[in-house]
């Protein structure tokens, strides 16, 4: 069952522009992960929320999380054609053993144009 | 990048046939995962290891095995392929299971 839902499933945007993607989860969890990937490639880790943090940035990337809605958002700021990617949502269904089992939404496919 | 090499990166089958993937760590991570990723999917996982010789389930794991005998090489076989294991198949490895996962650059499977 997939435990992340994602919104939009696509989105295109002029480069300088911002983009928002935002993530649903339906349990309780400790962590969600954001990640992206190029076309062709392997999932790169951009960040990791706890449940008891409201919002993190690093660079270009705002992450905010409320779990009371279970939902999560991942802007980027002044995107770039480089910023091209899908963009997927991670969460780890508050595992107890913390074996790392991630459920990863369907992803957001974004288009940086030029 | 995290030293993640998966092999082959691509193969093509027949129904029916045993496949093994391989997935090779140079970062001394104790965890490591096989994914499959399908449209409209997602990524899902279908087994993990948390040590050598210590592994468990995911999500999607009917008609896949696993083995890893060493820290660096994680195992994924499926015993008789179907054109339904179609898909990408990305292996992942991580210090602990509260750390973020380095992925490698995916197998791609087409069982005919």
């Known amino acids: 069952s997939q435990q992340g839902e994602e919104d939009p499933q696509a989105l295109s945007i002029q480069e300088g522009e911002n983009a928002t993607m935002n993530c649903s989860y339906k349990?309780?969890?400790?962590?969600l992960q954001w990640y992206r990937q190029n076309s062709g490639r392997g999932l790169v880790h951009l960040i990791l929320?706890?449940?008891?943090?409201r919002e993190k940035h690093s660079g270009r990337l705002r992450v905010t999380l409320d779990t009371s809605k279970k939902s999560s958002s991942l802007l980027i700021t002044a995107s770039r054609a480089a910023d091209t990617a899908s963009y997927f949502c991670?969460?780890?269904?508050?595992?107890?053993?913390?074996?790392?089992?991630?459920?990863f939404g369907q992803g957001t496919t974004l288009q940086v144009k030029p | 990048d995290a030293g993640i090499t998966q092999s082959p990166r691509h193969k093509v089958t027949e129904t029916g046939t045993p496949v093994t993937l391989r997935c090779h760590q140079t970062?001394?991570?104790?965890?490591m995962y096989w994914y499959r990723q399908d449209p409209g999917h997602g990524l899902r996982l279908i087994h993990y290891?948390?040590?050598?010789?210590?592994?468990d389930k995911g999500e999607v794991s009917d008609g896949y095995s696993v083995s890893r005998s060493k820290t660096e090489d994680f195992l994924l076989t499926l015993e008789s392929a179907t054109s339904s294991q179609t898909s990408v198949y990305f292996c992942?490895?991580?210090?602990?299971?509260?750390?973020?996962?380095?992925f490698g650059d995916g197998t791609r499977l087409s069982i005919l």
């Open positions: 970062e001394n991570h104790r965890y």
């Open positions: 991670a969460t780890d269904g508050q595992s107890a053993s913390n074996t790392g089992k991630l459920i």
């Open positions: 992942a490895i991580s210090e602990s299971g509260v750390q973020p996962q380095h």
């Open positions: 290891s948390y040590g050598v010789k210590d592994t």
């Open positions: 349990t309780s969890i400790n962590n």
């Open positions: 929320i706890r449940s008891n943090e």
